[in-house]
């Protein structure tokens, strides 16, 4: 009776292993046939000793302007939509200027009147001085003639300078293009009251492009006014060179990071203002340059106070590594250690991704 006790248990321990061992095998089997992720992987983008990552800026047209007004009024016209081309000189905006075509009115009297006082004063003068050449007049006479004159010239002059005032308030009523380019943008509409310093419209000229952006301090010994420069296009995955136009020599209210322009060189590339750009510098011949392994921000993984990124293993697997960064260069972030030149990374997951899953490239 009693093996007959134990040769059942012996059955069931048996029973239980194999029903474990088949639970087992079929979570593996999932596992293994689960789908995989499509993923957009990049290499490790490798730089060298002889160029130094700048950072990133936008494009803006060298020629720029927004316009605004030193009066107050009312819009009158505004004959010029975004978009349209513009020669110089061509009207932007007029602001009513009631009031100044009425002063103006009484410049122009003022002027009249001064003139026709000169005129009578000069002829006095010319008389009275020939008159006292000839012993006709006293020195007292040929004094008040003098002064008559001088007083006479110096109002007409001042109603002059009162002339050029006006026609200077003119040019902020009626307010002109000033050079040939584009409007870009109109911050106002016929019938808005206008008032002093506000923008009104803003005009460029698409003839050339530069990139503000700047450079850190570590950098800024292999940097000089000349400097030749690569520009990436984001938007255009394209990459323009240019040199550096302008460089502060100060960094006290930027934060250790030295502000710099630099001009593009002429390109066919359909360049327009606003698109982001990474500068990259050709570091001098002393090697001031350093190797710089950068990668873009989204593709970054933050867990607690470690940050990673996901690198394309054998067999199409994706493995988590842990980084040491640096600087931060726009969208994009220096590598100090975790990534080596022929590395992969995905960049971008369609699903969601953990250490050891199966990737498919796109």
Known sequence: MKNTTIYKSFIITISLGLVLMGCGSDEKQTADN????????????????STILAGSGQIKAVNSATLSTRMMGYVESLPVKIGQKVNKGDLLISINNV????????????????????????????????????????QKELDDMTARYEMAKARLEAANQMKNEVNSQFAYANIRSPFSGVVTNTYIDEGDMANPGVPLVSVESPSGFEVVAKVAENNISGV???????????????????????????????????????????????????????VRLEADDQGNGKTVVTIPSKALVHKGQLTGVYTLGQD????????????????????????????QYIVSAEGKLYNGAKVTIQ
Request: without cysteine; proline residues 1%; negative net charge.
């Open 224 to 278: 000089a006014v000349g400097t030749k420069a690569h520009i990436m296009v984001k938007a255009l995955d394209t990459t323009i060179t240019g040199k550096v136009s302008e460089l502060s020599v100060s960094a006290q209210h930027t934060g250790g990071q030295y502000l710099m322009k630099v001009l593009l060189d002429k390109t066919e590339a359909n360049i327009l203002s606003g698109m982001y750009a990474t």
């Open 316 to 343: 199409n697997v994706a493995l988590l590594r842990w980084l040491r960064l640096g600087e931060n260069y726009g969208e994009e972030v220096e590598v100090l250690s975790g990534l080596s030149k022929g590395d």
């Open 99 to 138: 009031d100044l075509r009425a002063k103006k009115a009484q410049v122009e009297a003022s002027i009249t009147e001064a003139q026709v006082a000169f005129n009578n004063a000069k002829k006095d003068y010319e008389r009275f001085q020939n008159l006292f050449n000839e012993n006709s007049a006293s």
């Open 34 to 49: 689960r789908e995989a992720v499509p993923v957009t992987v990049a290499d490790v983008d490798m730089g060298d000793s």
